[in-house]
């Protein structure tokens, strides 16, 4: 019994320093050792929207003069894809683009002041043609790519890259016209007219002309614009300020802080050592939720993506209370400590699965049919939803397991009353604990138990 005590005991002190380490990472930066690396922290190195950041958005519109409205859902997807490929291969990696609504398009930008740069970047669309004798033989309607490069002959052009189809094609119109000029026309305007000295079917064009790299670079802006699978019009724009955004998180993460301290605080006062046990499994969810928030490329965090985690703080410790409380319960029917604890988390597991369940499948709607902000507080909902449905029904009951090896006779300890004139149950098995584990972590399957019937007369 003493060495099952010293070996809890062990676990317990082990875990505590896991989760304090964990704690660490995820909450304090520091400069590593003999290396010029600094380390942000999880908490540091989640990724913010503009909302917390700062920067600018732009709301797009399909266009009035769209002339064709079929299979529109895939265009759009379509057109978000190459939008968002454009802008970050400016440099901007934290943009996003995302559908809103059934026409429209998001853009957001963080760190981007002067919506003027937003515009330049995704520019003015711009149509392009391939004329052989006045004749247009290829449009910019496969065009997958296009960017400023460098050539030592030509000094700065375009460099085009077709999609598979319209590399074929431009093969095939090279290879047929050798010896012929080729007009590159541009909104109408000839750009360049080069001759075709042999057939180009690496679909890897160039634009060559008197170009700088800001016009060239403008160019391939303009006309990638042009290859979007749908007319754009811009219909709002704004900037948000980085110190508004700087406040309403620092204002969102000392309210988290002290609402945390708070709830370990009355968890340990209603509860006492399963509120100690549920404190540091507590702890640990919050570590793993700042890592995943970190380590997932999808995720950014917005104003209503804190509301989804303060939420999902509050259901980790819904849960928790449900367990303790239904433990309570069995003990005052006259169960010992160690059968109440068994009890208690196998009878209110379904109510915990059946909430969270219902509570992920809301979160996932929201991620699939709301806009940027709604689906910010979906994604963070989610995440934390599943990191808290695994810490109370896994976490907390492994804890507390090893805590009634230390203790499983002092029901002060744990909080537990019950009336003067009701007798213990004895345990049908003094090795129930082994016996239901066994059974697996959560033991479904039914047991009788006649509640009625009270030996020596009990009275519940």
């Not at 732009?58 to 079929?70: C, N």
């Not at 059934?102 to 760190?111: F, K, Y």
């Amino acid at each position: 019994m003493q060495k099952h005590k010293k070996r809890a005991i062990i676990k317990l002190v082990l875990a505590s320093l896991i989760v304090a380490v964990a704690l660490f990472f995820a909450l304090v930066p520091f400069d590593v050792p003999f290396t010029n690396y600094k380390y942000t922290s999880f908490a540091g190195g989640i990724k913010l929207g503009i909302d917390l950041k700062g920067g600018i958005y732009a709301v797009y519109d399909i266009a009035d003069d769209e002339p064709d409205r079929t299979n529109l859902d895939t265009r759009l997807d379509g057109t978000v894809t190459r939008l968002h490929n454009m802008i970050t291969s400016k440099g901007y990696m934290e943009a996003t683009v995302s559908r809103e609504g059934d026409t429209r398009i998001r853009v957001e930008v963080p760190d981007l002041e002067n919506p003027k740069e937003l515009f330049e970047i995704i520019g003015e669309p711009a149509t392009l043609e391939f004329r052989i004798e006045s004749e247009t033989v290829l449009t910019g309607d496969t065009i997958k790519d296009a960017y400023a490069a460098y050539t030592n002959e030509h000094g700065y052009v375009v460099q085009l890259i077709f999609d598979s189809l319209g590399a074929k094609k431009f093969g095939e119109i090279t290879q047929n016209n050798i010896g012929k000029a080729m007009e590159i026309v541009v909104n109408g305007q000839t750009i360049s007219s080069p001759s075709i000295q042999s057939a180009i079917t690496d679909g890897r064009p160039i634009i060559t002309g008197s170009f700088t790299y800001e016009s060239a670079d403008k160019l391939a802006n303009q006309i990638v614009s042009g290859a979007f699978d749908v007319k754009l019009a811009l219909i709002e724009s704004s900037v948000v300020s980085p110190t508004l955004g700087v406040n309403a998180l620092t204002t969102s993460l000392i309210a988290c802080a002290i609402g945390l301290i708070g709830i370990i605080i009355f968890l340990c006062v209603l509860y006492r050592a399963m509120g100690a046990m549920s404190t540091i499994s507590l702890l640990l969810f919050v570590s793993l939720y700042l890592f995943f928030l970190w380590a997932l490329p999808w995720v950014q965090l917005t104003l209503p993506g804190i509301a989804g985690i303060i939420l999902s703080i509050g259901m980790a410790v819904d849960a928790n209370i449900i367990i303790f409380e239904r433990i309570k319960d069995e003990y005052k029917l006259g169960k010992s400590i160690n059968a109440s604890v068994i009890a208690g988390f196998r009878r209110s597991l379904s109510a915990i699965i059946d909430a969270n369940v219902t509570t992920i499948i809301a979160a996932i709607i929201l991620i699939a049919i709301g806009s940027g902000s709604v689906r910010g507080f979906g994604i963070t909902w989610l995440i934390g939803v599943i990191i808290s449905m695994f810490c109370s029904l896994v976490i907390t009951r492994a804890l507390l397991k090893n805590m009634l090896k230390i203790n499983k006779n002092n029901p002060a300890l744990y909080n537990l009353k019950r009336e003067d004139d009701v007798i213990e149950i004895p345990d049908e098995d003094e090795d129930t604990d082994k016996k239901d584990s066994r059974r697996g972590l959560f033991p479904f399957g039914k047991k009788k138990e006649n509640r009625n019937k009270q030996p020596g007369g009990a009275q519940v």
